[in-house]
């Protein structure tokens, strides 16, 4: 730490109850009053240093052998006047960066100008900070001591500069020095580069090496020092990151939930006392409002993490609000652990805050995919497989359908999750987000397992939200035995299934052959060249290909024989039709005159429903 000495006599000022007494040999005859603190000192040494005490000593009555001043309003109280006294006296005295600051703001009170002696106060307190501001950790501790002496201190601009200097040293690490003396070496040596037993810079290892210094000062400090590193441009990303640091070391609740998740506890140890929850609410709010606007700066996972604090501690509704659009602009970084809010609000319906992930989904889409056309969703599908069969691509929005469905089914078994609620969540997502309906497929079954009491039409109205043909053979095998669907689905499902069944047979059978005429034309060739003893691969393709089929009509059987034992226990054809809106038609009594049979006709490009037909049975 740095230093500057002052005076050459030996100390004369002793401590006497509450009184500080000088031994100089003569009776004083002037009692200096601040607070609970007398001192007992002489007239000249005062009056030949400050315009102040020799206005207020000429004053004074002189009929008592000793005068008394009250000086209770001195900036840094009786701590500081004591320096004061002893710069006066010519006693030995050091200024620091704990008490230059108070020493400045006192010598300005006093006018303690070049005019009443060389060098005076004013001029040695105001030369020693200009040299603290060149190193980081002496500024950092004089900007502390600011708050005792408000608002001298803000008069005197001593805050706007200890503050523009730590700005410039965070932005710019090169400019930060230590003080050369041996002592602050041997007090910080893993903070310091040492050059022949000399401090020269801090060690710092990466963009954060001053987030744990700054999270020391008070908030209104912190605040004005983030205020001045955005005004000099600093790096976003810096930024977030000193708040991020700040908030979990001064928010109990928020860094015991970092500290849960992380399992390292030590960088927040340092909080001695646990704020106020009204400090805390203020705390939130004034880190809110301190972080950048860009997207994906601050990490999702703190800011979930601090509106769940903020929705505890009940913050103003314009904070919870800003930390939900933020939130749903980058929610595709987002847990599942971390969006399952717990409902604190007065009504207390549902177990989780439904509503609140309802409008991050909302400004999600707002902002990334206001508008998708029929052409975007294609290049949408095109974008998801990438040349070569590798893994398919991942976008923003099908990372939110699937964290949307997975949240659907944890809140499913929530039996007061009223179903207009749970559609309208499942409803914002696109169909084209999602590669395949198996994760809203699960959600809703769950849906309706917990809510056995909802009525056909409200299970016809849910399940329209799957789209039949994106689910995959393992979700249609079990929606085809699932007795909670009603039959319209099950009969889509089965349809579908059959429908791809038949597509991919065709598919075969084109593609087998295309393996015959090459095979017919290599075999030509083979016998040209080699006599036809060449083994010849497409033979093989071949047989891979009739085993699949083999596979694939084996798999259609048994999906028959499914809808057999469904069709069964339903109650047969009638029901079925029955169920379908279909109606019969009483057999001609002409036997030769037979009326065509109208079956149902479905359309393979619905996706929710089927259009009906009547259809007349002999």
Not at 182 to 193: C, H, I, L, N, R
Not at 397 to 419: G, Q, S, W
């Amino acid at each position: 730490m740095a230093c500057m000495k002052l005076g050459s006599k030996s100390e004369i000022f002793h401590p006497y109850g509450q009184s500080w007494l000088c031994s100089t040999g003569l009776p004083s005859d002037v009692i200096i009053e601040i607070g609970d603190t007398s001192f007992h000192l002489h007239k000249f040494p005062l009056i030949s240093r400050s315009k102040v005490l020799e206005s207020l000593m000429k004053e004074l009555s002189s009929e008592n052998d000793k005068s008394v001043l009250e000086l209770h309003d001195l900036p840094g109280g009786a701590k500081t006047f004591l320096h004061v006294a002893r710069f006066c006296y010519g006693v030995k005295m050091e200024l620091t960066p704990s008490n230059v600051v108070g020493l400045r703001c006192a010598s300005e009170y006093l006018e303690m100008t070049e005019n009443y002696g060389e060098g005076n106060l004013i001029l040695q307190s105001e030369n020693f900070l200009n040299h603290i501001f060149g190193y980081w950790s002496d500024t950092l501790k004089a900007l502390k001591t600011c708050e005792e002496v408000l608002p001298f201190a803000e008069e005197l601009h001593i805050i706007s500069r200890c503050i523009h200097s730590l700005v410039l040293k965070a932005a710019d690490p090169s400019l930060v020095t230590l003080p050369v003396s041996v002592q602050s070496v041997a007090q910080s040596p893993e903070d310091a580069e040492i050059w022949n037993g000399i401090s020269l810079t801090p060690k710092a290892g990466g963009d954060d090496w001053w987030f744990e210094d700054v999270s020391s000062l008070s908030l209104p400090l912190y605040k004005r020092f983030m205020q001045g590193a955005s005004s000099r441009h600093m790096k976003p990303k810096r930024i977030a990151g000193s708040l991020v640091y700040y908030a979990r070391k001064h928010i109990p609740l928020l860094g015991n939930q970092t500290v849960s998740q992380n399992g390292n506890s030590s960088a927040f140890k340092s909080t001695l006392s646990s704020p106020s929850e009204a400090d805390q609410r203020n705390l939130i709010e004034e880190i809110v409002e301190l972080m950048p606007n860009e997207k994906g700066i601050t990490p999702t996972k703190f800011l979930l993490g601090c509106l769940r604090t903020a929705m505890a501690l009940y913050v103003s509704s314009p904070c919870c609000a800003s930390l939900e659009k933020r939130i749903g602009a980058q929610l595709d970084e987002a847990d599942l652990e971390d969006l399952l809010i717990p409902n604190i609000g007065y009504s207390m319906e549902t177990l989780h805050d439904i509503d609140c992930v309802q409008r991050m989904l909302d400004h999600f889409m707002i902002v990334e995919h206001d508008v998708i056309d029929s052409s975007t969703s294609n290049d949408i599908e095109e974008e998801r497989h990438l040349v070569g069969g590798s893994q398919p691509l991942t976008s923003p929005m099908t990372k939110v359908a699937n964290l949307i469905d997975c949240y659907l089914a944890e809140v499913a078994p929530d039996v007061n999750v009223k179903l207009p609620k749970f559609q309208s969540l499942a409803a914002v997502i696109p169909d084209h987000a999602r590669s395949l309906d198996d994760g809203l497929y699960r959600a809703i079954d769950i849906y309706l397992k917990t809510h056995p009491w909802m009525t056909d039409y409200e299970k016809e109205q849910i399940c329209r939200l799957i789209n039949c043909q994106k689910l995959s053979l393992e979700a249609s095998t079990h929606a085809a035995q699932n007795e909670r669907l009603p039959l319209r689905v099950v009969v889509q499902v089965l349809f579908f299934e059959q429908l791809k069944l038949r597509t991919s047979v065709a598919g075969w059978f084109f593609a087998s052959d295309n393996v015959d005429n090459s095979q017919n034309l290599s075999g030509n060739l083979d016998l040209l060249r080699n006599d036809g003893n060449t083994p010849h691969n497409p033979v093989l393709a071949f047989d891979n290909m009739k085993e699949r089929v083999a596979e694939l009509e084996k798999e259609c059987l048994r999906m028959k024989q499914d809808l057999e034992k469904m069709m069964k226990s339903k109650g047969g054809w009638n029901m079925i039709l029955k169920k379908l809106g279909c109606k019969l038609v009483p057999k001609p009594s002409n036997p030769k005159v037979s009326k065509p049979c109208r079956k149902t006709k479905i359309s393979p490009a619905s996706t929710t429903q089927m259009e009906e037909k009547p259809m007349e049975v002999n």
